[in-house]
């Protein structure tokens, strides 16, 4: 049987990590079994005690001593994956386990290397804030330039990887330049992406979001430096 290799970076979720366990363990996959990979990312919160609460239901857990960032714990992610697909969670309830089967329909039919869920493609049925609109897909655009993909959302958290394409490239962004870091050397690849609708339930600052104007203007150095 076939095996989803699920990557859940973690830094300081101690109000959302637990549900968001739950959902992953409930999705029922056709005919591929879950590896959930949680790499906890040095949470000052409760959120190390509440995995451990739940080793039950994950299958490895991972703990760094420093807090490096999103694209460094997903890497520690990859190199622990196992499984014939890796799709990337994160942790704050924004994006809907259940959407998994979806994602991974292309990849089972060989249909391509990557997919993608965008956010935008339904856009009409999505919440969301302007300004991060705005930004995310100036952000794609400027991305597509160089990368000659058209996509709507090279910003999506929800990226489904065969792991032999995925564990071909050579990551090295700590924070959240991992976005167009992959994206710009999956081009380099030529490795084909699919893109399917996802669903989208934005949190506020004040909610734990943590991504900011920095990491969008790290976001438009990668795609410089990448491509």
Do not use: W
Not at 69 to 77: D, F, L, N, V, W
Not at 96 to 106: F, M
Not at 198 to 225: L, M, Q, S, V, W
């Amino acid at each position: 049987m076939q095996k989803l290799s699920i990557i859940i970076p973690c830094y300081n979720e101690e109000n959302n990590i637990e549900n968001l366990l739950k959902k992953v363990n409930n999705v029922k996959l056709e005919n591929i079994e879950k590896e959930i990979i949680v790499v906890d990312d040095c949470s000052k919160d409760n959120s190390r005690a509440i995995l451990e609460k739940n080793k039950d239901v994950i299958q490895k857990i991972l703990f760094h001593k420093e807090n490096m960032g999103k694209g460094a714990a997903i890497r520690t992610g990859i190199k622990n994956a196992t499984g014939e697909y890796i799709i990337i969670q994160d942790a704050d309830l924004e994006y809907n386990p259940d959407e998994y089967n979806k994602l991974l329909q292309p990849l089972i039919e060989n249909k391509c290397d990557v997919v993608y869920g965008s956010r935008f493609i339904n856009k009409n049925k999505n919440k969301g804030y302007i300004s991060n609109f705005i930004a995310n897909k100036l952000l794609t655009r400027l991305s597509n330039c160089f990368t000659h993909y058209k996509l709507t959302d090279m910003e999506t958290c929800y990226k489904v990887f065969k792991n032999r394409t995925l564990k071909n490239i050579e990551l090295k962004e700590d924070r959240f330049g991992f976005e167009p870091e992959v994206t710009s050397k999956l081009s380099k690849e030529k490795a084909k992406i699919i893109e399917v609708p996802i669903e989208y339930n934005p949190r506020t600052k004040k909610e734990g979001k943590k991504i900011g104007i920095k990491d969008g203007i790290r976001a438009i150095y990668c795609i410089f430096k990448y491509r």
